[in-house]
C-alpha cells in the first residue's frame, strides 16, 4: 500500500502563511499527480490545487494568487504553500496522490492535517 502522511497544519491569524507537506511511500513506481483538497464543517470535500509529474498546476478560483502548490519528485512529497490566510480557508486539508507501485496503480489519501485561520 501507498501511505501519504502530512504535516504543517496549525492554528494561525488571518493574513498570515502556513506551509503543508505530504511525503509519499511504498514500493512507488511512478507519481503521476499529487494534490490538496479540503473539507470544512457541514461542506464537501473540494480540490484546492493539483500538481502534475511534468509539474503543471491548477488551482481552485479561491485560492488563485495566495497558495503555491508544489512537488519534490525525489523525494515523492508535495507541499501546499498558504499565505495570506482568511477565516474561510478553515478546513481540515487532504492529500491525495496516484501512481503506480509495485502491485498495481493506486490511489491514495493522507489522514487530514487540520488548518484554523482565526479572524
Known amino acids: 500500500q501507498v501511505q501519504l502522511v502530512e504535516s504543517g497544519g496549525g492554528l494561525v491569524q488571518a493574513g498570515g502563511s502556513l506551509r503543508l507537506s505530504c511525503a509519499a511511500s511504498?514500493?512507488?513506481?511512478?507519481?503521476?499527480?499529487m494534490g490538496w483538497y479540503r473539507q470544512a464543517p457541514g461542506k464537501q470535500r473540494e480540490s484546492v490545487a493539483g500538481?502534475?509529474?511534468?509539474?503543471?498546476?491548477n488551482y481552485a478560483e479561491s485560492v488563485k494568487g495566495r497558495f503555491t502548490i508544489s512537488r519534490d519528485n525525489a523525494k515523492n512529497t508535495v507541499f501546499l504553500q498558504m499565505n495570506s490566510l482568511k477565516p474561510e480557508d478553515t478546513a481540515v486539508y487532504y492529500c491525495?496522490?496516484?501512481?503506480?507501485?509495485?502491485?498495481?496503480?493506486?490511489?491514495?489519501w493522507g489522514q487530514g492535517t487540520q488548518v484554523t485561520v482565526s479572524s
Open positions: 491525495n496522490a496516484e501512481g503506480l507501485y509495485l502491485v498495481g496503480p493506486f490511489n491514495s
Open positions: 511504498g514500493n512507488i513506481l511512478t507519481i503521476n499527480s
Open positions: 500538481i502534475t509529474g511534468g509539474g503543471i498546476t
